[in-house]
């Protein structure tokens, strides 16, 4: 069970509770831990949590949060798409933030976005 994984990590001090979140205890950690993932794992990590914000974002109608999902869904990778969809879903994004980015006057950052 996962919150038994987590617990023990907090047992060991290697994660710390905070409200009803859990956080890495020093950023060693987390970094230790997100180096030991292997490749496909971690791009597929992120293109999900890039997917999970989008999904915000459309829901909540800001751009709070454009930046960092459309980040994650390009750590992700063109090869952790599987299916088409995604790709338009990640096209659009990308010119989104691009968008945004220019209307902020960051045409260094929009670049990166086209």
């Not at 060693?28 to 597929?44: C, F, K, P, S, V």
Request: charge should be negative; hydrophobic fraction near 40%; proline fraction near 2%.
């Amino acid at each position: 069970n996962i919150r038994d994984d987590l617990d023990g990590a907090v047992m060991k001090g290697l994660l710390d509770i905070i409200g009803n979140q859990y956080r890495f205890s020093h950023d060693r950690i987390q970094e230790a831990t997100y180096n030991m993932m292997e490749d496909g794992t971690r791009r597929l990590f992120h293109f999900t949590y890039g997917l999970s914000l989008v999904s915000l974002s459309i829901e909540e109608g800001c751009d709070g949060s454009l930046f960092v999902a459309v980040n994650q869904l390009n750590l992700g990778g063109p090869a952790i798409v599987q299916d088409p969809s995604q790709s338009f879903t990640v096209a659009g994004m990308n010119l989104r933030a691009g968008k945004k980015a220019m209307e902020m006057s960051d045409y260094e950052t929009a670049y990166s976005y086209f």
